[in-house]
């Protein structure tokens, strides 16, 4: 079997990719940064090629080239792109449709694509309660607006033309390479480890970490479905908040310098509380705790710095 990964030299992409190689399957990636990544551990099972997802003729060539029998978006632009309202939307919903339509008029039915936890908006629209899948959605950022709209794009080509497109929205996801979209609970953790300091406005605010891996593993195993129960899953995670995070640094490095400007912000985080029992229970998925996926991450971290591991 054959999976193209739009997206596919990222910070998901590049994970989602090795595993599924790890498992003998054909990979080929497009991304407008195509060296990014490197896959030459695999060979020919991975071929990387440039292109744009927001030119339909470059998606349509990567799948013709590639004849792949499954289809994985993860191109986009992570952060608010709010000062760049034109580009972005090309980008972001321009380039989904891009992804669909060559899909279907290709003949590939099966595609996975990224939404996000933002579409939920504030934790404060739903009270003190775990969201499904099956809530409403309160994201109002730009951001938020592409991915409610990707599955409302999503849903379109499911129902008119019968195709198998499922979506993802991942939540705060972890790692010690991340550098785009949410930041602070990722420096909350990778600052200490290489005995840098880390400063934050609020102690209270509430996060979702969620491990690249875990994430990658889990956009590879619907992938490799040939569909799927439900339309889109979340991915979930652990519910922490930054000071809690910072705590648990520090059993790790006693001498971790984290501060706070003030305490509070609990009531203005993003959407914490989540329900992932679709997609762990369809997809038999089991996330390690995550204090061992901190340690994993300082660990990761120390090594490119030259330092032992805790
Ligand atoms: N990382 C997170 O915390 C998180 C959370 C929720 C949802 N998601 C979603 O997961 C997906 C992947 O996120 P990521 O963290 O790997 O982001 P990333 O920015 O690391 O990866 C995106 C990839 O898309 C590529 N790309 C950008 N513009 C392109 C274009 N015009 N044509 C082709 N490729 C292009 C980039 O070069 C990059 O390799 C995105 O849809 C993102 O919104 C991520």
Redesign the pocket.
């Known amino acids: 079997m054959t999976t193209l990964v ?9 994970r989602a990719v090795r595993r599924l190689a790890e498992r003998g399957q054909r990979v080929a990636v ?4 195509p060296r ?2 490197s896959f030459d551990e695999f060979g020919d099972l991975v071929s990387v090629m440039y ?5 339909f003729e ?1 998606v349509v060539k990567a799948v013709l080239a590639s004849r792949p029998d499954r289809i994985m ?6 952060g608010s792109g709010d000062d760049t309202p034109h580009f972005t939307m ?3 919903v321009l ?1 989904m449709d891009n992804c669909f339509e060559a899909a279907r008029v290709c003949g590939v039915n099966r595609v996975v ?6 579409v939920s908006g504030q934790q404060s629209a739903f009270g003190d309660r775990l969201v499904n899948e099956d809530d409403p959605m309160h994201g109002t950022s730009q ?1 938020a607006m592409h ?1 409610r709209f990707n599955e409302f794009q999503a849903q379109q080509f499911n129902s008119v033309y019968g195709m198998s497109i499922t979506g ?7 790692g010690p390479d ?5 930041t602070d609970h990722v420096q909350c953790v990778t600052l200490p480890a290489s005995g840098e300091p880390a400063r934050f406005p609020k102690s209270g605010f509430m996060r979702l970490p ?1 491990h ?1 891996e875990d ?1 990658a593993e889990a956009f590879v195993r619907v992938t490799l479905a040939d569909s799927s129960h439900h339309p889109v899953y979340n ?1 979930g995670g652990t519910p922490i908040s930054l000071g809690d995070l910072a705590d648990m640094v520090r059993r790790y490095l006693p001498d971790a310098n984290i501060s706070f400007d003030a305490d509070g912000g609990r009531e203005e985080s993003g959407n914490y509380l989540v329900d992932n029992s679709r997609l762990l229970g369809e997809f038999e998925l089991e996330y390690p705790p995550l204090a061992s996926r901190v340690r994993d991450i300082i660990n990761d971290v120390r090594r490119d710095n030259g330092l032992p591991p805790v």
């Open positions: 739009l997206g596919g030299t990222g910070f998901i992409g590049r497009m991304d407008v940064n990014a990544a292109g744009d997802i927001t030119n470059d978006n993860l191109a986009y632009l992570l090309k980008l972001n380039g694509y990224a939404s996000s936890v933002a951001y991915k993802i929205r991942p939540a705060n996801v972890t991340k550098v785009r979209g949410s969620v690249v994430v991915t």
